[in-house]
């Protein structure tokens, strides 16, 4: 073996060779009647690994191995998901880069096999990077939501929902992006937060566009010049305006009910409305503009009052024929002139800072417009009643449960679901609009359309609602919403609407674990689609992991430069190298230099290289339950250093078992030491913990008892204790001695390795096979059972007596270090019990090679401290003396101790004023009082050895 770990050749081989013994699929443990299934979280197809994927699929591989192991039938299920706005872009922006054309140049069917043909070529990218973090995975499952299985599921749920009336056809206000002139979802939205006047950048726009402002401009009464002041932060909606709204108790306006209002740029009066739910009479002037069009409130409102919805913004951003003079012109550009119209007729009232929400597209960059259009919504009333009910009702568990507030939250208060988007990439809409002789179809009525699962039962469905087959059909050019298809990806996986017998073992599944950010866009979909289409949760528990954050716990933006790429934590990269990776992206000039700025702060030397093994554990190690994650690259190099103490750990076992040949079950001889009963213990009480966490989720507790079995236990303690007899010659070997320390080493190495595999699977493969083998093991520990705690090893009591005795060595250790005396001087030492005697006796030996003295002297009845021995007092069952005579300088000794007797003498005098005080007993609690006196004493008694030990040290020759 090498003497150092170096990660690069060791996590080279090995997934190759887990996949193609077939160790991925669930027939490994064939004979078992239990599973553990999952799906992974569907990465989109143009996608690159990034921090967030590595915990998902650190955790969830994590979870796979450790129940594959626990001899279950486990099963993950890999797939992409075709991410219909993401991929189109990518492909439309190929297109122009590389043959400067667009998607209208090549036509709907064109474009669509480019992006196919892009799908094939660079598609599985990440594949291979979820490949590097060991992610074992079913490859032969291997799922696209777009393939034909899927494409099928996702036609037989839209007919299904449409024929029960759950989808239907309605003009509503959607979230509209001009640049990609399509619909997009809430969670395609980023709200930023404006807190006064900014200029930004938005796309289409040469010049800058005002934002986080309210402009207020007055209307005319028709046939007066009264005028009614309003307010708004989009100046360019009141081309859209059908009406201002006033509320009915207000006094000022009752002479204004019935009244209406002349618009200053277009021939349209505009009534004044009354309104209790729109208006607020004491804020601002308690008039209200409303666009029914283009407002979600005035929406409601129109509605409320049977406005007229005028809509005034084309699909691409430019203002229509509803805009008069202002036809034509892009609708930011037109805000600075319709305020300079309103000036000239002297109607402008003036602008104030106004913080404000501004929804941008993730996708484009773009400000969202909410524009009414015909799109297909799903009626999720009753499907979120049911989501709801069974996180209610214990059928369904939400860890960490503070997350159930929000579930309700979403749920509770569902919306209708836009389902289409206008796109050509991804789903298209099963749904067909009927034209006859006598009429054109109307797309914006459900009545004029028709579904099926293909055009041939659409139209069989079609001559059953006319009665005749004199019409034709056109196809909704539409596609359906990505989180559609995902919603109906734990059951589309395994075949459904087929029966199949995948469906019947693995469905429902065991577990869904994802990010807490997407817990109603994905997983309450799933859940109400599961419910709807197969009756069924489709998982019985739902695990959100935290999100990750830099390591000042600032959200990670390419625009902060403080994004951490797993494959260069994998790899290492140096700084130059990660300016690199921010010059060549899309970040604007002042954006790259603080990029690079925050690059030199945080990672002054780039990024070592970890391995894949670290930064598993690391993730797995910050997940505590609730919290989110500020990785600080430093802590994953700390576990890369930790995998270097496995490694060396390991390589030393190798050497006390050369030539050794391992019972097929390990057995206690009965000949063992008092340390090998105690790492036996802590090995079993380990494992119980470590156990518990992955029952509880709790990687955190999971990791940091096996990082500490490793470092404190095995390495600092027991390694040490056995390599005298172990490096022992001549007549000093004992050969029982050493067999009893090879049978127990290589039950805890050999434990310890399956205990950790699920965590840092590269390593621990590497080191078990390089350890003896017995006859009864597997070819690979992945397939390997999992340790189970042997209760009967575990002795509370000895454990007690060694963490006493831990204390002990650490005093020493200390005041070794103190006196500046190293190792192979190996002074010796006194031990004076006042309490536990015996137990400081029998470990003597182990104190002795653990505290690197010469010999450990047990007494209870020392009266004067020896000459020459320096003193320290770990607690109050003993004092310790070490020899110093000869080993240290006296005078600079003198001036330490000195130092301690006035600090002791400090807190003498404080805790005696404090119980001196008249009202101390009275005022404080009786085990106040009593602590404060005990303190006391010890200081005291302390303060009386420290002047003991002066008197040693002046005594000095």
């Not at 797995?620 to 890369?640: F, H, M, P, W």
């Amino acid at each position: 073996m090498d003497k150092v770990y170096d990660p690069a050749p060791v996590e080279a081989a090995w997934y190759d060779w887990w996949n193609q013994s077939g160790y991925f699929g669930p027939d490994v443990n064939s004979d078992s009647n239990e599973t553990f299934t999952i799906v992974i979280p569907p990465p989109n197809v143009t996608g690159s690994l990034h921090i967030g994927h590595a915990l998902t699929n650190s955790i969830q591989d994590t979870l796979c191995r450790y129940h594959r192991m626990n001899g279950k039938r486990t099963l993950w299920i890999p797939g992409t998901d075709h991410a219909g706005i993401a991929t189109q872009s990518v492909v439309e922006r190929k297109l122009w880069r590389d043959e400067k054309i667009t998607k209208y140049d090549l036509g709907r069917d064109a474009f669509i096999d480019k992006v196919w043909e892009w799908k094939h070529d660079k598609g599985n990218r990440i594949y291979d990077q979820l490949k590097r973090l060991g992610s074992s995975l079913d490859w032969e499952r291997e799922t696209f939501t777009m393939d034909e299985t899927r494409s099928r599921a996702v036609n037989e749920a839209f007919v299904r929902l449409f024929e029960e009336g759950l989808i239907y056809r309605e003009k509503r206000l959607v979230h509209w992006c001009c640049t990609l002139r399509t619909a997009i979802s809430d969670l395609e939205v980023d709200q930023e937060d404006i807190e006064g006047p900014v200029d930004l950048k938005v796309p289409g726009y040469d010049t800058p566009i005002k934002f986080g402002c309210i402009w207020s401009f007055a209307y005319k009464l028709v046939d007066s010049d009264e005028e009614l002041i309003v307010a708004t932060t989009r100046p360019e909606t009141m081309l859209g305006d059908t009406a201002v709204a006033v509320h009915p108790e207000d006094p000022r306006y009752k002479h204004l009910h019935g009244k209406k209002l002349q618009h200053p740029f277009l021939d349209r009066q505009i009534p004044i409305v009354l309104d209790d739910v729109l208006v607020d009479m004491d804020f601002g002037t308690g008039a209200v503009k409303v666009t029914p069009a283009h407002d979600a409130n005035d929406f409601a409102t129109g509605k409320r009052h049977n406005l007229e919805m005028i809509e005034i913004i084309n699909d691409d951003g430019t203002l229509n024929e509803n805009c008069g003079s202002y036809q034509g012109l892009p609708r930011l550009a037109v805000r600075q002139k319709i305020i300079e119209d309103l000036e000239s007729l002297g109607l402008y009232k003036g602008m104030e800072p106004n913080p404000m929400r501004l929804g941008i597209c993730s996708r484009s960059g773009d400000v969202i417009e909410p524009i009414l259009k015909p799109q297909w919504w799903v009626d999720t009333n009753d499907m979120a009643l049911q989501a709801a009910n069974a996180v209610r009702n214990n059928e369904l568990e939400i860890l960490p449960p503070s997350h159930e507030s929000t579930w309700f939250y979403y749920l509770d208060n569902i919306r209708p679901w836009c389902i289409s988007r206008q796109l050509w990439w991804g789903h298209r809409c099963p749904a067909y609009l009927i034209n006859t002789e006598e009429k054109e179809g109307d797309t914006n009525d459900h009545n004029d359309w028709v579904t099926g699962r293909t055009l041939e039962e659409a139209t069989a469905n079609a001559e059953k609602k006319l009665g005749h087959s004199n019409f034709t059909l056109d196809q909704d050019p539409d596609v359906l919403d990505t989180w559609f298809s995902s919603g109906l990806f734990p059951f589309s996986v395994f075949g459904w609407p087929e029966e199949s017998e995948e469906l019947s073992q693995f469905y429902p599944t065991s577990l869904l674990e994802t990010g807490h950010d997407i817990l109603f866009f994905w997983v309450a979909r799933m859940v109400m689609m599961g419910l709807k289409l197969t009756d069924t949760l489709p998982f019985k528990q739902v695990f959100l992991h935290s999100m990750v954050r830099d390591a000042h716990g600032l959200k990670m933006s390419k625009s902060l430069g403080n994004v951490i790429d797993p494959i260069d934590v994998i790899e290492g990269i140096t700084l130059e190298n990660l300016h690199e990776t921010i010059k060549h992206g899309n970040l604007a000039e002042d954006e790259i230099d603080r990029a690079i700025d925050t690059q030199k702060t945080d990672f002054p030397h780039g990024i070592s290289e970890c391995g894949t093994d670290a930064l598993r554990f690391a993730l797995c190690a910050y997940t505590a339950q609730g919290s989110d994650i500020n990785l600080d690259i430093k802590r994953v190099e700390g576990y890369r250093n930790f995998c270097n103490k496995i490694w060396q750990g390991v390589s030393l076992t190798k050497m006390f078992l050369k030539g050794y040949n391992p019972e097929p079950t390990y057995q206690v001889l009965g000949s063992e030491s008092l340390m090998d009963t105690w790492m036996l213990s802590r090995l079993a009480r380990t494992i119980e913990v470590v156990r518990t966490g992955f029952s509880e989720y709790n990687f955190s507790k999971a990791t940091s008892a096996i990082h500490s079995f490793w470092i404190y236990d095995f390495c600092d303690v027991y390694l040490e204790v056995v390599k005298a007899p172990m490096f022992a010659k001549g007549d000093d070997i004992d050969e029982d001695v050493q067999n009893t320390i090879r049978n127990t080493i290589y039950y805890l190495v050999e434990t310890f390795l399956r205990l950790l595999h699920p965590f840092m699977p590269f390593i621990t493969e590497e080191l078990w096979q390089r350890i003896p083998k017995r006859e009864s093991d597997k070819e690979s520990i992945m397939i390997s059972s999992y340790p189970v705690a042997v209760l009967e090893h575990v002795d509370v009591e000895l454990e007690n007596e060694v963490d006493r005795v831990r204390k002990i060595i650490t005093s020493i250790r200390e005041m070794l270090g103190t006196y500046s005396i190293n190792r192979k001087q190996k002074p010796t030492l006194i031990l004076n019990a006042n309490e536990h005697a015996e137990v400081y006796h029998k470990f003597s030996p182990f104190i002795t090679i653990l505290a690197y003295l010469g010999s450990v002297e047990v007494t209870t009845d020392l009266e004067t401290p020896p000459v020459g021995c320096a003193i320290s007092i770990p607690d109050v069952t003993c004092e310790l003396y070490l020899n110093i005579a000869g080993l240290v300088n006296k005078e600079k000794e003198l001036k330490k101790i000195n130092n301690k007797i006035n600090n002791c003498k400090k807190q003498i005098a404080a805790f005696e004023k404090k119980i001196n005080a008249a009202d101390f007993e009275i005022r404080v609690p009786l085990e106040f009082q009593e602590a404060t006196h005990q303190k006391l004493a010890q200081r005291q008694n302390e303060f009386n050895m420290l002047e003991a030990a002066r008197s040693v040290l002046e005594n000095m020759e």
